[in-house]
DNA sequence: TATTGGCTCGATACACTGTATCGCGATGAG
DNA sequence: CTCATCGCGATACAGTGTATCGAGCCAATA
């Protein structure tokens, strides 16, 4: 006879698993799913069933779905390390413009959320708290201006960067399989010889790192503060 | 007996008006919802009703929904005026931007549709093309590099705007209101002391018109081009 | 111990979305 | 006048966020 203890019992069907819930258990789902698959994949549904949960069980955790999406940007901000304290005003930023950057990367999603709401999560705000710590100046007014146009500069950067990288997965994997959908279209565009300067840059135009390039638009806002303030 | 003609016969009201339809009109009345109530007014059945139509209609001019968004973003790319071709690159890229902003202001929804899909409409290829013109550098890679770092700072800083805007919008009209809906919360984080530079920002900073912000943040990335490039 | 009260969960429902399918009705051709 | 064609839109389907409410369980009280 066959007694032996189960060491992992198999759930019964009927009742997958009462696990306890959690907010961070809740954002952490939805956050492995939009990595995975898109803001798409986030719905209440489509969440708690990950969780082996009915809907409308969230709802004790999460009041509404914008919370759920604040949550998740919080977390976001909690992946990004803050500048060393011995930065001075341009290793840090840069620091953080990278971080913010990688952490995009990371979640592509996370761009898209920008626009929603201001973020005043408590690892939002102490994001902000390091990059205003970072830049050094004296009148607070230069720190904030200083700090918004980097935040400008890297968001919009970011975003242009992911958009690309989402045409390009879209059309099709490869460079090739690109020029080749959106190639005549272009194509018959340029032949109309109203885009000349367009026509330069697709034709002249060495294609270079991403990253390089975000680098260097960085580097004229960077520099630019410090021409301006005399550093 | 009453046999006269009615010269204006009122619509039976069983069917409202077989308008004839078209592309432009159906982005037209998109707009007009989308500029009204923001883009959730953009529904194939709201644009539909709007136009006295049947959802389905629509299908046969517009594709998809998609593409409808596609459409309308193109159509506020063709309301920003090029810059003047006697305008150096400075002043071109400063038209530029101050265009976009307007535009992005008269059309808050605009800057959400930008993490879609890139912009290959003719209006933003024209767009495109007048800014790279502007900016007269004899190395294409170099007018690439200061048009797509200034171009990712305008949305940026753009973005930043509007997202303020309707988080003021959201919780009331005034500041005030804004002060006692979120005060609670912020002076509770301040209260911390955790956030030395937010207290500072929040308490010593003076409160600027934002078109001025936007034209310090801008003139950095120009300042920086320019000290880069030696012009 | 039996009962009752409360609370937690999720099934159901509602209004809405984008879009596929298909039948009706008007319009043009023979 | 009849027939065919085709554009329109009613209907349907799968999905969304969320309000409502009933069932079931757990704990405390009689």
Same mark, same amino acid.
């Given at each position: 006879m066959s007694n032996e203890t189960v060491w992992e019992r198999p759930e019964p069907p009927g009742k997958p698993s009462p696990a306890p819930l959690s907010r961070d258990l809740i954002v952490e789902a939805a956050i492995r799913l939009a990595d995975g698959g898109?803001?798409?994949? @986030?719905?209440f549904r489509k969440v708690a069933a990950a969780l082996n949960a009915?809907?409308?069980?969230?709802y004790g955790y999460v009041e509404t779905k914008d919370e759920l999406l604040d949550l998740m940007v919080d977390e976001v901000y909690g992946e990004i390390t803050p500048p060393?304290?011995?930065?001075d005003w341009r290793e840090g930023l840069r620091h953080v413009a990278h971080g913010v950057r990688a952490a995009a990367k990371r979640h592509e999603w996370f761009i898209d959320l920008l626009s929603n709401r201001p973020h005043q999560g408590p690892n939002a705000l102490t994001h902000l708290e390091s990059t205003l710590a970072t @830049?050094?100046?004296?009148d607070i007014d230069e720190v904030m201006s200083a700090v918004g146009a980097v935040m400008a500069y890297v968001f919009g950067a970011v975003r242009g960067e992911i958009t690309e990288l989402r045409a390009e997965r879209t059309t099709g994997m490869t460079e090739e399989q690109w020029q080749r959908a959106n190639g005549p279209y272009m194509e018959r565009m340029l032949a109309t010889g109203r885009y000349p300067m367009l026509g330069k840059v697709m034709h002249e135009s060495s294609d270079r790192d991403p990253e390089a390039v975000f680098d260097e638009g960085l580097d004229y806002v960077l520099l630019g503060i410090a021409t301006k303030h005399g550093l």
């Open positions: 898109g803001l798409d994949e @986030v719905s009915g809907p409308m069980r969230l060393p304290p011995s930065a @830049v050094g100046f004296d």
